[in-house]
């Protein structure tokens, strides 16, 4: 689906996008995630999904907010409709313009909440959101999310993971951004023209060797016989 470039709209998009509410199991369900986890940098008309699990066992989530990077904007969304949810989208000016296949742009999202619906306890809910066009200057965004239950409380999932690090109790969702295609295709490119010249620095070397000895046994038999040349000759009796 292409999602229209430099508009910040909820509209509903064919089909209610819901999947079935299945009962959480295992470490899968931990903690609200996204999907896919990794996109090409400056990806344009792609899809994410937020999967949010509720963890308690007597209160219903009530409320999802995800917080969209504004260090790298995106510069338009458009929300699939979810049966019971209310979907809004907020946007914000970024400090520096966004540029995107369509020209520039001087809005992007920083907010969507996701309000008046219920994900009951050992259930989980995709929310799903098109996007127009990544960022192509970072390797990965973070999406930090807020989480309210019915009996007030709220889980903040707002801690970045670092790399090497041990993942934060509770971590925001994060999408790695991959080599886009055409940069994939240069780095390989780039791999095949390096070989080629250490082949043939290698060859230059190899043939420069053979001809040094080929040289040298040169020298080496013009002056034995020279040396012969100069011995005197036997008298013939």
């Avoid at 470039?5 to 959480?24: E, F, H, N």
């Avoid at 369900?29 to 400056?42: E, L, N, Q, R």
Wanted: net charge neutral.
């Amino acid at each position: 689906m292409a999602a229209p470039r430099g508009t910040c709209a909820v509209r509903a998009a064919r089909g209610s996008g819901r999947r079935p509410l299945l009962t959480a199991a295992g470490s899968a369900f931990a903690h609200v995630t996204v999907h896919p986890d990794s996109y090409p940098k400056g990806a344009t008309d792609g899809t994410l999904a937020f999967r949010v699990p509720n963890e308690e066992d007597n209160a219903d989530t009530t409320q999802v907010q995800v917080l969209l990077p504004t260090d790298h904007p995106i510069p338009s969304v458009l929300v699939t409709p979810e049966h019971g949810w209310t979907a809004q989208v907020k946007t914000t000016k970024p400090k520096n313009p966004i540029k995107t296949d369509d020209g520039t742009i001087n809005e992007g999202v920083s907010e969507i909440t996701w309000t008046k619906g219920r994900i009951e306890p050992g259930q989980y809910r995709d929310f799903s959101v098109a996007f127009g066009q990544l960022p192509d200057i970072t390797v990965q965004l973070a999406f930090k999310t807020l989480q309210t239950y019915s009996d007030g409380k709220d889980v903040r999932w707002i801690e970045v993971p670092e790399s090497g690090q041990a993942e934060p109790e509770n971590p925001a969702p994060v999408l790695k951004l991959t080599k886009a295609a055409d940069e994939a295709a240069s780095s390989a490119s780039a791999a095949p023209k390096a070989s080629s010249a250490a082949a043939s620095d290698a060859t230059t070397r190899n043939l420069g060797i053979a001809g040094l000895i080929a040289g040298v046994l040169g020298i080496g038999t013009a002056a034995v016989a020279l040396y012969r040349s100069r011995l005197p000759r036997p008298q013939r009796p």
